[in-house]
């Protein structure tokens, strides 16, 4: 079942003892990670620069539909911006649950895929009333338009305190964040046109509040004071703490 959408990917409730496993570390793996398994070693196409192995960490090729572990070898399955790409999001989804007791997972949004682009992302996702929906791409038609990927992913994080607040108030706007104990639900290719509507042609006004639920202005202070916070503490660790 999911558990929640957390805010980050190191917002994680991992237990120092836990055994983690990473799914596609690619070029940049989560610390947490014991083991990191990788299908990719030759070509960067599926990533976004050379592949990377922390210190401490295991690291095997292996394909994520197919993963060469015992069943629950792992107490805890990390897998950030890999399913996008896979042939057999199914299967690649069954062997994370088989493997694993808990896990965390990380698309690209349905916002995320318009704004960022990927000619190897083979689907689009989006989370909708805690499932998460898969759609071709390729059959839906998708048309690549101005990929801002640099701007939302690389300078507004780095250097706007008020993209970061919006990331940490509305962390699923650009990515799908799901952390889950034994599975989550999920549908591929879903039929329903009440869920194929959100994925192309006209974002509607009214579907507000069924992908970003409306919060009293009380719950608005404690989250943008909780991000600012957050962010806070980012900064001193990364401005102040570094330089000494």
Not at 123 to 140: A, G, T
Not at 143 to 157: F, H
Request: charged share 30%; hydrophobic share 35%; proline share 5%.
């Amino acid at each position: 079942m999911k558990i929640r959408n957390p805010k980050n990917r190191f917002d994680l409730r991992i237990k120092k003892s836990d055994r983690v496993l990473e799914v596609g570390g690619g070029h940049n793996p989560h610390h947490r990670a014991n083991v990191v398994v990788d299908k990719y070693t030759e070509s960067n196409f599926h990533r976004s620069g050379d592949l990377k192995v922390l210190k401490k960490q295991t690291f095997l090729e292996a394909d994520g539909e197919s993963l060469p572990f015992k069943d629950k070898e792992f107490d805890y399955v990390i897998c950030c911006h890999v399913l996008e790409h896979a042939e057999d999001p199914a299967k690649f989804l069954s062997e994370q649950f088989r493997v694993a007791k808990r896990g965390y997972l990380e698309t690209p949004s349905l916002l995320g895929e318009y704004l960022f682009p990927r000619i190897s992302h083979k689907w689009i996702l989006n989370e909708f009333r805690d499932v998460l929906y898969l759609v071709d791409k390729q059959k839906m038609g998708f048309i690549y338009g101005y990929d801002l990927g640099e701007l939302v992913q690389d300078y507004l994080p780095t250097h706007s305190i008020g993209f970061k607040m919006v990331e940490r108030t509305h962390p699923n706007l650009i990515n799908v964040r799901i952390e889950w104990d034994t599975d989550f639900a999920y549908v591929i290719e879903p039929q329903d046109p009440e869920i194929r509507k959100y994925f192309s042609g006209k974002w509607d006004l009214s579907w507000g509040d069924a992908f970003f639920p409306h919060k009293t202005l009380f719950q608005e202070f404690k989250d943008a004071s909780s991000a600012f916070l957050d962010i806070s503490k980012s900064v001193f660790k990364s401005k102040v703490l570094k330089k000494k």
